[in-house]
């Protein structure tokens, strides 16, 4: 019964198998072998877009390369508070772009409210040389509460933000589990609703490590520069394969989808107990993160049980499911409380 | 009949048998797990010493990482003018210090020459606020010449350094294939020798990607800013128990030694071949790599037949053995001259 | 009627004097001249101190070069929301640290809130190597709006800070007139509140362009590491001797004070007539700045009368005196009302 | 009798009267005053050209600011081996740049030779990700051993440069004294000779402390970028009218050329005095620096009779004459001999 994180979580057999496959005789280094090739046409093919694409094997280096792109040393990045950028990557932002500042600012389960974001845009003198001005804006969907942007939500956040000049990148740590939910496609959640730059997550969705840096459209001409910051930050793995290797075995047959209906479909039976006992779920369940308020003997009767999971700086328990979470698992879970 | 690099190999089968045995279950994150415990403590056994060590997916991560520890941003970094940290790594020992310098020196085989590092420490006023002192010494062993520093050899270059307030790196991203040469033990090859900080590869030696960082004495103090910097560098991978279990696979039965003795055999025969055929060898073979000087039609002979290295700059061809290398490609090489 | 800002004054004729004083014949470049140490010996007198002073000629090189020995690029900065380093100095405070992380609090009228910081404070968990930990306080003393900490209150806010393993800076580039409010002993407002890097700031207080980074005790073991960064930074002016001059010239016979004081009184007299006339003021005067709440009718009367001044972000008017404002343009700027 | 450097010479007295007439009243801060604009226009007019000027006070920020601007964190800089970016400015190009490589070339008395220079840039291949590839080329006017760069000379080597995607820049922090030596009008010795950025002295020609950066043609694009970071350096003074009514001050008449033409002369006289000796010149005497092969008697003579220089990293004696060296002065140092 481990809640504690999708990155808790083993890799799923195809990974493993793919890696298998991709494990024999010599591959050019670096990223011009041939996994590394199919992987970026899988992700053209998904997104119905003109795209390039890099992958590297940490969410965290995921982001800051991506945000290194997009925002000067001098300028600033909007997020959410709560963004795992802003709270869970020690800097890694500052580090990447030399000192860019982030910018948090409010909303509801995660999200960055529109509102605030046009005040924010709207506080912004560019002649005043003085301050920090936003350069990027990075929305993470999934959002930190486990919640979705729909495509409208994305695209009017990103209109704001391209109208004042920003680049729009997203944290798709958890893209799939959003793109199951909402089954939109991903073009949809993503190049067509503005967002230039896109750090897609494999690890969580059943990876060893891999990940995916995204460039849509004409910020494809970012490629070089991106190759070149990716290779300078230990980031471009001379056995480059086996992280490619990994993404193919994930896109194929859309695996990874199949794979985040099932940790969703898990997260909402366990919202779905835990609200018949009258625990109070805090954000709405719309991937694969419940929130739940638990009391001190609810806490300790899960833990005591077997059940491992983080309490939230809110206080609440996060309980995260994954692909490999068993209905026993939920059930069992249940069952202590 | 690959000698491109080692780096384009596949990975060892009990690498991939470890990873397979490790993708069981949950695990704790970000290096709490067992496989990490695990691979520390052998190679406390390995080095019979008191030590800390880290493990990356990368070695330019694991070199930059290092020297960010011992260099300050206003400090320089002395290494061969060869070294992969001058000519390979783009840069990432400004990145990671925060713009020290490199200070490259020269000498044969890409050793440093004692008496270059005497000058140049000499030449040093630290009293002179306008010019950067030298903060730390990198060397690399095997060097990019693909020789070894014997034990005294990096004792008296440490020396020079230390008195001289210096702390001591060693690239050791093919440190093992000095050991088998050398038949040393690894501590006489590194702390028992002086150095402070050691890059330890295990990728070259047949895992998919995995690099261990090792603080000696009481360096292990700097581990905390190790873990620091690396989470902000996206170096601490999630499910990092896929990085240590490839270290584990290559520890146990000392199997990478095994594997670097075999390596080191292939690039002995392949250069008796050569000279067997009047071809001229550029440096000693101590290690992995064979620099040759072929003319034209040798080079347009070899790469016809299908065999793959890279022209170096010194205008040799080098020529790199790996575990997997099999008598039959030597000989299959050999034949095509 | 200028009331833009103390830095839109011109320089006291005494300091003019001073320059010219040291004006004749050649003197040793970089600081090592007569007219530096003697500004540094006379700092050591004012706050009966064993201190080291280094001199720039510009407030932010002297806050962020400050920082920078207090903070490492892994941690955080603590300030208030509105300090100068947060709200006007373009992220210099990132650029000097290598990407360290400004924490702004709220407090009322510019100072932090004891409690507010003690909950920052406790929130930190320094094992948890995700996150951002802070690693420096720093205080504004006057603050952006104008008023003083006392003695006891920077001590307590420093005592908290260090107790959790903080380095404290004062951002002083008003302290003068907080000394000359407070009439309090430099020491007491500093190095004995348990301030251990002091940017000092002349220039609004009549130089041309001169501040003092002090550091305090021990503190001064990282003088050569300062100096180092200066250097680097470009802070470390060839013909050093024009700016010590400056400090020189503006703590002879305390001249300083006088002029502080002077501008203390016009500021308060200006406040005084501006209550008389039913205006509201933001914040208590405890410096030269008054935070006046003008309707947009007295606003043009202002403006076109000739009175320059600054719309500050909370919607009130900031009206800065300095040593050379006069009593007319008080009584003149009154009249137009 | 002092010799040691141009920074040593105090500041011409026109220098301080226009600072007093600076001196009154208000002005707009940090860059909005009429004596920066006034600054700005004298050297449009005495360049020739569509230009852009910023003023700040050291060299070293001068130099490391522009170049910031045209070589980014991943690439390098071209540049003398004796430049002073190169030895004499503590990492400030790193510093500034986030980063980049000096790429230090050899030429004698100073300059780059061209074919060092061509070389260099065939053997960059932009295509090989892992190396650090030249970005910018820096030469210096004069050189280090005091010399000029012809207007052919710079155009040579900006072309190649250009040619290989280069931006080229110029530190002047003594070009007034190639012009004086030459003859030639500035922008046939920068703008016109394919100069990008020029950071040129006034500090040296005698100011207290101005430099002034200039970027031309289309260069001016870059120049709110430049402004930004100029502030977040902490190089944008507040009392900027104090900078820049130095430069107006030595431009006003053409003052700071006949004050290099007067250096210029003290140091040819110094040279033929010297000459008539029989003490061998090492380089030709272009400028106000004079490098003589002194030897142990001839140094002591000077110095214990009261003539102040600096013993150079190659051996000689560097003897540098200023704007307010006397004949007197040249004729007893001579007469110790």
């Not at 000049?165 to 793109?179: K, P, Y």
């Not at 230990?234 to 695996?255: E, I, T, Y």
Request: a negative charge; proline letters at 4%; charged letters at 20%.
């Amino acid at each position: 019964m481990n809640f504690a994180s999708d990155t808790a979580a083993p890799a799923h057999p195809k990974v493993l198998e793919q890696l298998a496959a991709a494990n024999s005789g010599p591959a050019v280094s670096y990223g011009a072998d041939g996994w590394t090739l199919q992987a970026e046409a899988m992700l053209s093919d998904l997104f119905e877009f003109n795209l390039r694409a890099s992958f590297v094997s940490s969410g965290t280096a995921s982001n800051a390369l991506a945000l290194s792109l997009l925002c000067p040393p001098t300028g600033g990045i909007i997020c959410h508070e709560q963004a795992h950028i802003n709270c869970d990557e020690r800097g890694a932002p500052e580090f990447f772009s030399h000192g860019a500042r982030l910018m948090p600012l409010t909303g509801l389960h995660g999200r960055i409210k529109a509102q605030v974001l046009q005040q924010k845009l709207q506080e912004t003198d560019e002649s005043f040389v003085h301050a920090t001005p936003p350069k990027a804006l990075s929305i993470s969907n999934l959002t930190e509460s486990g919640c979705c942007y729909t495509p409208e939500q994305t695209t009017s956040l990103a209109q704001m933000a391209k109208t004042a000049g920003l680049g729009v990148h997203m944290d798709g740590a958890r893209l799939v589990n959003a793109m199951a939910f909402l089954k939109a496609r991903p073009a949809d959640l993503t190049c067509k609703a503005g967002v230039d730059v896109l750090s897609l997550g494999f690890t969580k969705a059943g990876a060893m490590g891999a990940e995916a840096v995204i460039l849509f459209g004409s910020n494809a001409d970012m490629f070089d520069d991106f190759e070149a910051r990716r290779k300078r930050a230990g980031h471009m793995p001379p056995k480059q394969r086996f992280v490619a290797a990994q993404v193919v075995a994930l896109l194929q047959n859309n695996l990874w989808l199949e794979l985040a209906e099932h940790a969703n479909t898990m997260a909402q039976k366990l919202r779905d107990g835990l609200l018949e006992q009258g625990i109070c779920i805090l954000h709405p369940v719309e991937g694969n993160e419940v929130f739940a308020r638990l009391s001190a003997d609810q806490t300790s009767q899960l833990r005591d049980g077997g059940a491992a999971f983080y309490s939230w700086p809110d206080g609440s328990a996060r309980l995260v499911t994954n692909w490999s979470t068993k209905h026993s698992e939920i059930s069992s879970a249940l069952a202590l409380l």
